[in-house]
């Protein structure tokens, strides 16, 4: 894996998940865990940013009317009726521990639904940069994660899921898409041995 060849797309970096109060931290059924992901998530940017690896914040961010969202079902329902991730609110920003990083993380914005490549110019960034090879970590690993995986895997991309950057709504969940799904087009690999990897290959 080379790191000038990898990006690492980030996705709902954001206070609705991962700060204490977060609207939709009761969507996971042990909150922990989320603490636990973001922990991980900030270990394996800390490296990242010391390599040459692109690394790309995909926010979702919704119009106070969620317009997006007219005839909206299942968690996308739940979003709509919590008013999570709602343009100006608290809620909608980007979490502080990432924008501690600066202009190292690059942001890419007009993500209103699962996957980060639609309504967005992720692809075009990917391939200005010649990025063969995405990592995607976030939130939630049925949903977003699964769909921009896949998504980057339609356009030829090399996947690998960060497996402890990323949770499902419950654990069950979570190890069967790592376990039988993430696998039919992906890698799923801890942060751990991702970076061992870009190490085996910078020696």
């Given at each position: 894996?080379?790191?000038?060849?990898?990006?690492?797309?980030?996705?709902?970096?954001?206070?609705?998940?991962?700060?204490?109060?977060?609207?939709?931290?009761?969507?996971?059924?042990?909150?922990?865990?989320?603490?636990?992901?973001?922990?991980?998530?900030?270990?394996?940017?800390?490296?990242?940013?010391?390599?040459?690896?692109?690394?790309?914040?995909?926010?979702?961010?919704?119009?106070?009317?969620?317009?997006?969202?007219?005839?909206?079902?299942?968690?996308?329902?739940?979003?709509?009726?919590?008013?999570?991730f709602?343009?100006?609110?608290?809620?909608?920003?980007?979490i502080?521990?990432?924008?501690?990083?600066?202009?190292?993380?690059?942001?890419?914005?007009?993500?209103?639904?699962?996957?980060?490549?639609?309504?967005?110019?992720?692809?075009?960034?990917?391939?200005?940069?010649?990025?063969?090879?995405?990592?995607?970590?976030?939130?939630?690993?049925?949903?977003?994660?699964?769909?921009?995986?896949?998504?980057?895997?339609?356009?030829?991309?090399?996947?690998?899921?960060?497996?402890?950057?990323?949770?499902?709504r419950?654990?069950?969940?979570?190890?069967?898409?790592?376990?039988?799904?993430?696998?039919?087009?992906?890698?799923?690999l801890?942060?751990?041995?991702?970076?061992?990897?870009?190490?085996?290959?910078?020696?």
């Amino acid at each position: 894996m080379d790191a000038n060849q990898t990006a690492l797309i980030l996705v709902g970096y954001q206070n609705d998940y991962f700060a204490p109060d977060g609207i939709l931290r009761g969507v996971f059924d042990d909150p922990n865990r989320v603490d636990r992901v973001l922990a991980n998530s900030l270990a394996f940017i800390r490296e990242a940013a010391k390599t040459s690896m692109s690394i790309i914040s995909t926010p979702i961010v919704l119009s106070p009317t969620y317009r997006a969202m007219a005839s909206s079902v299942g968690i996308l329902d739940s979003i709509k009726q919590s008013g999570a991730f709602k343009e100006g609110t608290p809620g909608a920003q980007t979490i502080p521990q990432l924008l501690d990083f600066g202009d190292r993380i690059s942001y890419v914005s007009g993500k209103v639904g699962f996957n980060a490549f639609s309504n967005t110019s992720l692809e075009e960034e990917l391939q200005r940069r010649g990025i063969k090879h995405a990592l995607v970590a976030g939130m939630v690993t049925s949903l977003c994660i699964d769909s921009t995986g896949r998504a980057a895997y339609e356009r030829g991309l090399s996947v690998t899921i960060l497996s402890d950057c990323t949770s499902g709504r419950t654990g069950a969940e979570h190890d069967f898409y790592c376990e039988s799904i993430f696998p039919l087009y992906a890698r799923a690999l801890t942060s751990t041995q991702v970076l061992q990897e870009l190490e085996a290959v910078s020696a």
